[in-house]
């Protein structure tokens, strides 16, 4: 039995209309009906053959590296160079583009105008003193006696009440209860791998929030689900690409990546770093349980 023969038995067996296939992967039916008659050659790509089989036989519940494996002589082989540099296939939703080049433009200018007006702050302040010191004392030209301006006397111990010090204790109670208290430090703790290395937890804790952002270098197939287990996204990343999410109100999420090389997570601005031992180079799935 081919390839294509393989996908649909299994397909049909599930009772799935190719129209549900569409509707889960987003992959155009002419691409689906083009698999399913081992007609690779209407794909775009070397590179989207591979994805294209991947979603199609997860969706089916068939083992992927089983069915690669398999049909190896089938499925065009493709390099990392070609992978990395792939374009967004035409079955990719709409994804949230962070464009840059504008900001930049403009930080040369905003910092000019923060030197210029560091400058005019410093030459004010030095001309300020400077002329504070040369002035000095006021003198009368007919007795030669030196006026001081009685605001600019210092008070003497005695004159010292008891109230100045205690509106000065006042202040400095006030000053301590104003200040703002330490934020708290988020902790993520991996606590294990699967057994087939694809799949690992993590826990989030000392977190007031849990706000989620994953990020493509590459390209990579991207699936996450809250606590409930419910799809609140799916489709495929390219290089700059990225999603944000805020699940402070779930107990945690699972994220699906078909490419971990490819893909960055962050947690709360914090970049997850993956658990030594983990195989990146197969789909993985990464649980990030948030404790409240």
């Known amino acids: 039995m081919s390839l294509g023969n393989t996908l649909k038995s299994a397909r049909e067996e599930k009772g799935f209309s190719l129209e549900y296939i569409h ?25 989207y053959v591979r994805v294209f ?22 499925v065009p082989a493709v390099n990392l160079e070609e992978e990395a540099v792939g374009a967004i296939p035409p079955h ?6 962070v464009d840059n080049s504008k900001w930049l433009k403009l930080v040369p200018k905003a910092l000019l ?3 210029v007006l560091v400058g005019v702050a410093l030459m004010y302040s030095f001309f300020n003193h400077y002329s504070d010191d040369e ?18 006397k210092k008070p003497t111990p005695d004159s010292t009440t008891n109230e100045d010090s205690e509106e000065e204790q006042d202040t400095d109670e006030d000053e301590i209860e104003g200040t703002e208290p330490e934020k708290p430090v988020q902790v993520i703790t991996p ?11 993590y ?3 000392n977190a007031p929030t849990f706000k989620l952002k994953v990020a493509s270098t590459g390209t990579a197939w ?19 690409q990225f999603q944000e999410f805020d699940l402070s109100a779930e107990t945690e999420v699972s994220i699906k990546t078909g490419s971990a090389l490819s893909t960055q997570i962050y947690v709360n601005d914090q970049l997850l770093e993956y658990q030594a031992g983990l195989n990146q180079s197969v789909p993985q799935t990464i649980t990030i349980k948030y404790i409240k």
């Open 53 to 74: 089989v991947k979603q199609y036989a997860e969706l089916v519940d068939l083992d992927v590296d089983k069915l690669m494996m398999e049909y190896e002589g089938d």
């Open 135 to 152: 002035a000095g004392p006021i003198v009368d030209n007919d007795s030669g006696e030196k006026f001081v301006d009685e605001s600019e």
């Open 23 to 47: 509707e889960q992967t987003k992959i155009q039916k002419r691409f689906l009906q083009a698999i399913e008659n081992d007609q690779f050659e209407i794909l775009p790509g070397k590179f």
């Open 203 to 205: 826990e989030l804790t």
């Open 113 to 115: 105008i923060l030197f």
């Open 222 to 240: 991207v699936s996450v689900k809250n606590s409930a287990q419910q799809e609140i996204y799916q489709g495929t990343l390219s290089n700059a």
């Open 191 to 201: 606590t294990g791998i699967g057994p087939d290395k694809k799949t690992s937890t």
């Open 92 to 97: 990719a939703q709409a994804t949230t583009v």
